[in-house]
């Protein structure tokens, strides 16, 4: 076989072998905003149950502003954060942004329902206890819709940081995406002391 | 917890070693590996015993067509099936008679033909009961103003998200403690849960029963039920025949089964659902049917065995409705039921198992199935779909009550199965069941004593029905024919 033909065939059959490539790179940053999608569907329905929540324990929980705002502040903050990480939802930057705010929010929610204890007529009420359960199910929502994402994102870390895709994902745009690490609390992550 | 009984809970508890603990991926693949192979059991064994009733119902088929040419030869001409098949039989055999085995496989196409139409009837009417219809499901809607419901809702679409499914319908039945599953598949399952299960279950036991219920829809085993349903019901039903010539009210049931399958409309498919639903049950007709003079007589005299002339003229069905009436209904409670049963138990082995690989904590499962079993476990369900419950539902004789085998797994095993996922041993489980392996050597001892049981059933079953075919089918028809032709 001369080498014109080899080239002749040569070069089709590598255009394709990297179209292929390419393609499945987007099929796999096409998942990873689809399980994105799933949890920004759930991290909009906590952040809205959020204000109702307060609603509620406002009502019962009036010496504990300090407490009631720190919770708004930090779900202003989470709400930001999930607006900037659903526009580039392979960008570790807003991925990492958005755990963390969204680990301050989940800390101040426990610091709010650690405080509601001290109060029986809030823990009695009927609206409270709905809302809480919807807000703990939204929460296991996200928590299983986060294994899907972070199952996506290893997908098309691999592919993107695999050869030969290696050599041109970044030329096209692809890049390494974040995993998330939800309702984490930074301070649950320090090391525990332990006294004897 | 008081310390006495504290330290009584913890004295038998030992942490298994995790060289000793079971992955429940492995658990799954496995429990998967053995409801195929069982599957593919049960398919073949179908498949057998329809070619079986197919050749049984040869003769009257043919017959029947035979005598319908016979009847049209009277205004035009038409070719003499019967003399030719006559004269196929009683020649004398040469190198150019074509081998038995075609003749048979001949014979027995347009009985197979007959038993695929019934099938697809069947499966037809099966599919439009309400039992697996998304579109009219049973029970009601979960009560928004009910924080135990709210909850098991919001618990199922929790687990259908882990496991990337579509969330299921949810439905709650009042005053029960159970839950099934049920569908036609993965996007048109419906969960059907008693209402008193979410005052009696902790958040995280309702997630463990939500993951084994979800983990079902996932698994297939919705449809796989259905289908196990549907073939143990039509066996039931074909096994009921063998009474129709004794008994009244069974002879009025089978002619109203048999006209609902020859004229499907919609009020026929209501009948065929309600005797597939309760195949071994009442023999009433269902509510809004139109009851006949002949079945209310038949219902009169219900055990009087004495022939009508009805009875009478029917007789020529009677070598072969009656024998593979005979036939299913043996091979269905000695084989069919048994296997079925047992393929059944390994998809909830396995849909535990899923559980735990979703939920994480075999604890819950296993106390779920402790407390459900243990407030009753009811759940009011058509015996066609008892076996599609969690938990055993005792009060609900299902479909596979005349297997020797219960179709559900004991609560001790299921409980091992468990532990060896890490759950908790608990003392007060019940004794230890036999192990696997001696419950498999049980089973291939009764397979072999029972395997050429059933063969040598089949063939006396065949052979009666010969020659009973011979004196009440072939023997009118031959007399018929010989007036036609």
């Known amino acids: ?196 | 917890m008081p310390e006495a009984s504290a330290s009584c809970a913890t004295s038998h508890w030992q942490a298994r070693a995790p060289s000793a603990r079971e992955d429940f991926f492995a658990a799954i693949a496995r429990h998967r590996r053995a409801a195929w192979r069982i599957t593919a059991l049960c398919v073949v064994s179908y498949a057998v015993l329809g070619l079986v009733v197919a050749v049984l119902m040869a003769p009257l088929l043919y017959g029947v067509l035979g005598l319908a040419l016979d009847a049209a030869n009277l205004l035009t001409s038409t070719p003499d099936l019967l003399g030719l098949a006559g004269q196929a039989f009683l020649s004398p055999a040469t190198s150019d008679t074509p081998h038995s085995l075609w003749v048979a496989l001949l014979a027995a196409l347009p009985g197979v033909a007959l038993v695929a139409i019934a099938a697809r009837t069947l499966t037809r009417a099966f599919e439009r009961s309400p039992m697996f219809r998304s579109d009219a499901p049973i029970g009601r809607p979960a009560d928004p103003t009910r924080l135990a419901e709210t909850r098991m809702r919001n618990v199922i679409e929790e687990m259908a998200i882990a496991a990337a499914i579509p969330a299921p319908q949810v439905r709650f039945m009042d005053g029960s403690v159970n839950a099934a599953v049920f569908g036609s598949g993965v996007g048109q399952a419906t969960i059907l849960i008693g209402a008193r299960m979410g005052d009696c279950l902790t958040r995280a036991q309702l997630q463990a029963v939500a993951g084994h219920l979800v983990s079902s829809i996932a698994n297939g085993d919705v449809l796989i039920g259905m289908r196990a349903a549907l073939a143990l019901s039509a066996f039931s039903l074909a096994g009921r025949m063998a009474a129709s010539f004794t008994n009244r009210a069974v002879f009025a049931s089978t002619l109203r089964l048999a006209r609902a399958l020859v004229a499907p409309t919609t009020a026929n498919l209501g009948v065929i659902i309600a005797q597939l639903s309760d195949p071994l049950g009442t023999l009433d007709p269902p509510a809004g049917t139109v009851e006949t003079a002949s079945e209310r007589a038949a219902k009169q005299g219900a055990t009087d065995s004495r022939l009508t002339w009805r009875q009478w003229v029917l007789m020529p069905l009677m070598g072969p409705l009656i024998l593979s009436g005979l036939l299913a209904g043996i091979s269905n409670a000695l084989l069919l039921a048994p296997l079925m049963s047992v393929m059944w138990r390994q998809r909830k082995y396995m849909a535990d198992a899923t559980a735990v690989r979703l939920i994480g904590d075999p604890d819950a499962l296993d106390e779920a199935l402790t407390r459900v079993g243990g407030a009753g476990a009811l759940l009011r369900l058509a015996p066609c779909a008892a076996h599609l419950c969690i938990v055993d539902p005792a009060a609900t004789r299902g479909i596979f009550g005349d297997s020797f085998i219960p179709i559900f797994p004991p609560p001790a095993l299921r409980h091992q199965a468990l532990v060896r996922m890490g759950a908790t041993e608990r003392s007060s489980a019940g004794a230890r069941s036999a192990p696997a392996w001696l419950l498999n050597i049980i089973y291939l001892l009764l397979s072999l004593i029972l395997g050429p049981f059933l063969l040598a059933m089949m063939m006396s079953a065949a052979m009666a029905s010969m020659a009973t075919s011979c004196v009440f089918t072939l023997m009118p028809i031959s007399i018929l024919h010989h007036f036609l032709r």
Request: glycine share 4%; net charge neutral; no cysteine.
């Open chain 1, 1 to 196: 076989m001369s080498a014109g033909a080899l080239i002749l065939l040569g070069v089709p059959a590598l255009a394709v072998w990297l179209i292929s490539i390419y393609n499945q790179l987007v099929a796999f940053r096409n998942q990873v905003a689809n399980a994105f999608a799933q949890i920004d569907v759930q991290l909009k329905r906590r952040h809205d149950l959020i204000p109702n929540l307060i609603e509620v324990a406002r009502r019962y929980m009036s010496f504990e502003r300090e407490t009631l705002e720190a919770v708004i502040a930090a779900r202003t903050k989470a709400a930001s954060a999930r607006t900037a990480a659903s526009g580039s939802p392979s960008d570790p930057n807003a991925i990492a942004s958005l755990s963390a705010a969204e680990g301050a929010l989940s800390g101040s929610l426990g610091r709010l329902f650690a405080v509601a204890e001290n109060y029986p007529d809030l823990k009695a009420n009927e609206q409270m206890a709905q809302l809480s359960e919807e807000l703990t199910s939204t929460e296991n929502k996200v928590a299983f819709a986060r294994q899907a994402f972070n199952d996506a994102v290893m997908k098309l870390n691999t592919a993107v940081a695999s050869f030969p895709a290696v050599l041109f994902s970044g030329a096209f745009g692809f890049k390494v995406a974040g995993t998330l690490a939800l309702f984490e609390n930074p301070a649950d992550r320090e090391p525990v002391s332990v006294r004897f």
